[in-house]
Nanobody, 121 residues
Framework: QVQLVESGGGLVQAGGSLRLFCAAS????????MGWYRQAPGKQRELVAA???????NYADSVKGRFTISRDNAKNTVTLQMNSLKPEDTAVYHC???????????????WGQGTQVTVSS
């Protein structure tokens, strides 16, 4: 049983900021990469940012310099700080985690329920 719970979405004006939080809970051996995806109406699902347990990060070109991903390995949480928001950032944002349930099994992806981010012009 693995559950990802997100919070922090909402409505913000262009140029503003939001901070998204995600916490993993349940019974598992370890968590590898954690990240955030987003999907806007009529668009493909997009990887926004990802981070490894060691702190290596990867960002979509569209958010580089504006978004920052971080994590706390001890708490099994991941955060997405979103600055200088633009209307095109409007989407449902999903937390994901690459989770190894037991040492004997391969990691698999788990997803949060999603949180709406709306940026007004």
């Amino acid at each position: 049983q693995v559950q990802l719970v997100e919070s922090g979405g909402g409505l913000v004006q262009a140029g503003g900021s939001l901070r998204l939080f995600c916490a993993a809970s349940g019974t598992f051996f370890s968590i590898n990469t954690m990240g955030w995806y987003r999907q806007a109406p009529g668009k493909q699902r997009e990887l926004v940012a990802a981070i490894t347990p060691g702190g290596s990060t990867n960002y979509a070109d569209s958010v580089k310099g504006r978004f920052t991903i971080s994590r706390d390995n001890a708490k099994n949480t991941v955060t997405l700080q979103m600055n200088s928001l633009k209307p095109e950032d409007t989407a449902v944002y999903h937390c994901d985690a690459d989770v190894r349930i037991t040492l004997a099994t391969m990691p698999r992806q788990y997803w949060g329920q999603g949180t709406q981010v709306t940026v007004s012009s």
